[in-house]
């Protein structure tokens, strides 16, 4: 009996530590709250022209100014292209949300990511094609919807230049220039495609059109990936960008300038998307910040930027786990003391090997013993599987309330009594519980007269930029 009291004793000592350890990942709700406000003040600086290049929020017109209804009739395409996939999709809107769809992926190969520009707009066009002819679409004329998932700046709904390329792409004379124009330019040169009108968006935007199609009380869209990015509908009136970010003589999705016309309407409204891959650089984070937060930042690529992305993002979740684990070990309170050469390697641990720990069920942790076998350790206790689960669990929790003080911002913004959010991305679909802590948090931290549901936004990619094709088409016909 005294052994047994003994061992019970060690194990409540070791959590304990392990408890301690990690505390300073648990945050109150006054700390969420500031942070919410804290990105408040970016938005307003980033939606001021003269405050703009300052903000770390970077808010960006898309010149849609009005969400979908879901009676939106037309056959659209959707050219959805990343750094490795070009996705072509098809879909005739029928009235009343009802809809027909087909899609198509094309593997870009690594010769045309390093090749002319042209040769990579041809490519795309030859994929419209090639998609077409499968579908026996060539008697019907289409508008098309361009997703380019690379930095962009936008001055229209039909003009958005690429800043510049991400991963290895090096394709020549792209950048600085319109990508709508030089995808036009190659169905011209292509010919015989009957294509009307083509709008470009990004995949947030996309988000939000694609869950505002299917449920009309959707303001907010949210991705959260490689990236963390939001859109959401914005009062014109607080708009106040100068013409390289603003609409002052640009068109817009309805046809219409969003100048002098919009702002005087004090119910005109846009769609912005807010980018926070700067939000927390400098130091207005750092009263949150763990020393680990830091040291995840010092050993990175890129130190002292993308601080909020990295206390959220899946890509250096992982990191965190190790060496918050790391320093548990140190302490004598997993494992023995013991440290291989493989928990010491950084990146070992990532977001996967997090969510496959989580979803073992108290007392049975065959994943996790699986992935202490990867980095080492053959005979791992309970004591050192659960202090694990508690490590994965409280930093993953931190990376959805983070989240949620952000959402909680733009709630209260836009102010209305209930509204809905639609969410993409691998996190909130597929992390367990993910979702349902980032939900909990912003019921607690949002003005208690707002309310809201969130829904995953299904194929929100392909379906919002064919829809916003649709729409636009619609709606200068109406005009």
């Not at 945050?27 to 919410?36: E, T």
Request: net charge neutral; aromatic share 8%; proline share 3%.
């Amino acid at each position: 009996m005294a052994q047994v009291n003994s061992n019970e004793n060690e194990t409540e000592k070791d959590r304990k530590i392990v408890k301690s350890i990690c505390k300073s990942f648990i945050l109150n709700d006054d700390i969420y709250k500031q942070i919410k406000e804290i990105f408040l003040g970016e938005i307003k600086k980033s939606l001021c022209k003269y405050t703009h290049e300052s903000a770390s929020v970077k808010c960006f017109m898309t010149f849609v100014e009005k969400l979908p209804s879901g009676c939106e009739c037309g056959k659209s395409l959707a050219l959805d292209v990343n750094e490795t996939n070009c996705r072509v999709l098809y879909i005739n809107l029928q009235g009343g949300r009802d809809f027909r769809t087909y899609t198509q992926d094309y593997p870009i190969s690594p010769q045309i990511l390093v090749g002319p520009g042209r040769d990579l707009f041809d490519f795309f066009v030859e994929c419209i094609v090639d998609f077409i002819q499968n579908h026996k679409l060539e008697d019907d004329e289409l508008t098309l919807g361009f997703n380019f998932r690379f930095p962009l700046k936008q001055t229209s709904i039909n003009k958005a230049k690429l800043i510049t390329w991400t991963k290895d792409i090096t394709c020549a004379g792209v950048v600085g220039r319109n990508v709508v124009a030089l995808l036009q330019a190659a169905i011209d040169r292509r010919g015989g495609i009957r294509i009307s009108n083509i709008v470009i968006a990004n995949d947030t935007t996309s988000t939000l059109i694609s869950c505002a199609w299917k449920y009309r009380e959707a303001k907010i869209g949210l991705n959260i990936s490689t990236g963390f990015n939001m859109c959401y509908l914005e009062k014109t009136k607080y708009i106040q960008l100068s013409h390289n970010g603003s609409s002052s003589s640009s068109s817009s999705s309805n046809g219409s300038s969003s100048s002098s016309s919009s702002s005087s309407n004090s119910s005109a409204t846009m769609l912005i998307n807010c980018v926070l891959s700067a939000f927390g650089n400098g130091e207005t984070l750092n009263f949150m910040r763990t020393p680990i937060d830091f040291a995840v930042d010092s050993n990175s690529s890129d130190v002292g930027e993308k601080i909020f992305e990295k206390m959220i993002l899946g890509i250096y979740l992982g990191e965190i786990v190790r060496l918050t684990m790391l320093e548990c070990i140190k302490a004598g309170a997993m494992l023995h003391g013991n440290i291989t050469n493989e928990a010491r390697t950084p990146n070992v641990f990532d977001i996967k090997d997090m969510s496959e720990i989580e979803t073992d069920g108290p007392g049975n942790y065959r994943a996790t013993r699986e992935i202490f076998e990867k980095i080492g350790y053959t005979k791992p206790t309970v004591d050192d599987c659960e202090n694990l689960r508690y490590i994965c669990t409280v930093i993953s929790t931190r990376s959805a309330h983070l989240i949620a003080s952000c959402l909680a911002c733009l709630v209260d913004r836009i102010g209305d009594p209930y509204l809905i959010i639609g969410v993409e991305g691998d996190l909130c679909e597929t992390y367990p519980n993910y979702s349902l802590r980032l939900e909990r948090k912003l019921k607690r931290i949002v003005r208690p007269e707002h309310h809201f549901d969130m829904v995953h936004a299904e194929d929100s990619l392909g379906r919002g930029i064919a829809v916003l094709a649709a729409s636009s088409k619609n709606q200068k016909t109406n005009n």
